[in-house]
């Protein structure tokens, strides 16, 4: 049979189709688009990827490794950048946090107080309050920029939004808080002419406002660690079993610290207790969030939320050892109530940076993540082994529980 005419190209050339008549070489050089199959492990091959450490001499050889040709993998983000957007909060919110914490804790103990008879302790615990509740408001109203953005979240009423159910909660305190120290104005007034029948209402006015004021107060302490919980933030959605009693103890332990602050020591008896408990409530939960969710609570430990929580720790445990040891001392009763007062406020600055820090590092996003589903993968196939298949309808039932 006659040869196969060779095609021609542009200006004689011949053509250029890959010969097939010799085989390619692993690691020789070849055409572009000319690479058969085997090639490219080849090539993989003398770049040393699949190749043992120590190979038949220095080490052990594994044989039948289908994975031995796949560097190990590392994370990374796309370009470095962050997964998720920092939080729009400013550090107002972290104040809006130690300030209705201290408003609902005053009002707690100003109530327990009221109930004693502790006249002194309880002015200063519901003034404190007022102070702490305006303050509150102001740092609220300073974070969204403008005063008809509170107003207009008044305007509606979702159950669901832990923001709105907040607002609503911090309105209805608000008045009571401010009702309960205004009637500690009354004694002041003149005992005749106009001002009398305001002073014959305003005590018991004053201690129905106040008893109200102190139902409202716990959840005034708690709704913002279900808003932190309830938002994408590692550091602050994954310690959601934690946070509340995080926040009702560093409010109860800064009400105690205002009371042992401002009131007489024979009237403090209250405050002293309380700031045992909520030091105790406080530091077992902090614990229990710096340590207990181990690669989303690393924030919690590392630059300024670290540092700013090992303060608030060591000051929380000297204010409670204060209120225990200051029974017979103003001096040191006093100085155990600021303790807890800055030990609060620093607790509550720390969880807001914590949670910031942990938003820039796409790591506590995307390894949590990752861990769940190897999680749920490995428990939906021990669910559908194949030796549970034949298994009774009560063991199958076991098994997915």
Same mark, same amino acid.
């Given at each position: 049979m006659s040869e196969q005419p060779q095609l021609k190209g542009f200006q004689g050339h011949e053509d250029p189709r890959p010969s097939q008549a010799t085989p390619h070489q692993p690691g020789s050089a070849h055409e572009p688009g000319t690479d058969p199959v085997g090639g490219q492990a080849a090539r993989m091959w003398n770049a040393g990827m699949g190749r043992?450490?120590?190979?038949?001499?220095? +080490?052990? @050889? =594994?044989?039948?490794?289908?994975?031995?040709?796949?560097?190990?993998?590392? *994370?990374r983000s796309y370009y470095g950048r962050a997964v998720l957007k920092p939080p729009v909060w400013t550090h107002e919110i972290a104040y809006y946090l130690f300030t209705g914490g201290l408003a609902a804790g005053s009002s707690m103990l100003?109530?327990?107080?009221?109930? @004693?008879?502790?006249?002194?302790?309880?002015? +200063? %615990? @519901?003034?404190?309050?007022? +102070?702490?509740?305006?303050?509150?408001?102001?740092?609220?109203?300073?974070d969204l920029g403008r005063p008809e953005r509170f107003y207009n979240m008044l305007r509606v009423a979702k159950p669901t939004s832990p923001m709105s159910v907040g607002t609503w909660i911090l309105s209805a305190y608000g008045p009571l808080a401010g009702a309960a120290?205004?009637?500690?104005?009354?004694?002041?007034?003149?005992? @005749?002419?106009? *001002?009398?029948?305001?002073?014959?209402?305003? +005590?018991?006015?004053?201690?129905?406002?106040g008893a109200g004021a102190a %139902?409202?107060?716990?959840?005034?302490?708690?709704?913002?660690?279900?808003? *932190?919980?309830?938002?994408?933030?590692?550091?602050?959605?994954?310690?959601y079993r934690e946070l509340p009693f995080l926040f009702a103890g560093s409010a109860l332990a800064s009400?105690?610290?205002?009371?042992?602050?401002?009131a007489p020591l024979a009237q403090a008896g209250t405050a002293r207790s309380a700031a045992v408990i909520g030091a105790g409530v406080e530091l077992a939960a902090g614990h229990r969030v710096e340590n207990g969710h181990g690669l989303v609570s690393e924030p919690f430990h590392q630059g300024r939320p670290g540092r700013?929580?090992?303060?608030?720790?060591?000051?929380?445990?000297?204010?409670?050892?204060?209120?225990?040891?200051?029974? =017979?001392? $103003?001096?040191?009763?006093?100085?155990?109530?600021?303790?807890?007062?800055?030990?609060s406020l620093l607790t509550r600055v720390a969880v807001f940076e914590a949670g910031v820090a942990s938003t820039k590092d796409p790591k506590y996003v995307v390894v949590p993540q990752r861990e769940r589903? $190897?999680? =749920?993968?490995?428990?939906?196939?021990?669910?559908?082994?194949?030796?549970?298949?034949?298994?009774?309808?009560? $063991?199958?039932?076991?098994? $997915?529980?």
């Open positions: 043992r450490s120590g190979g038949a001499k220095g +080490g052990k @050889r =594994r044989r039948g490794d289908v994975n031995a040709v796949v560097p190990d993998a590392e *994370f100003g109530a327990v107080a009221a109930l @004693r008879g502790d006249v002194a302790a309880r002015r +200063g %615990l @519901r003034l404190t309050a007022l +102070g702490a509740v305006g303050a509150s408001a102001y740092f609220l109203i300073a120290a205004v009637s500690e104005v009354a004694p002041l007034l003149p005992r @005749r002419g106009v *001002f009398r029948p305001v002073r014959w209402v305003a +005590g018991p006015a004053g201690a129905v406002a %139902l409202t107060a716990p959840l005034l302490a708690t709704y913002t660690a279900v808003l *932190f919980a309830d938002t994408a933030v590692p550091s602050w959605h994954e310690p009400g105690a610290g205002a009371g042992m602050l401002l700013f929580l090992k303060a608030a720790r060591a000051l929380t445990v000297a204010g409670a050892a204060g209120a225990l040891l200051g029974r =017979r001392s $103003r001096l040191l009763s006093a100085a155990a109530g600021a303790s807890l007062l800055v030990g589903l $190897r999680d =749920r993968g490995a428990l939906a196939h021990e669910e559908h082994r194949p030796e549970d298949e034949g298994a009774q309808p009560e $063991r199958a039932q076991e098994i $997915r529980t």
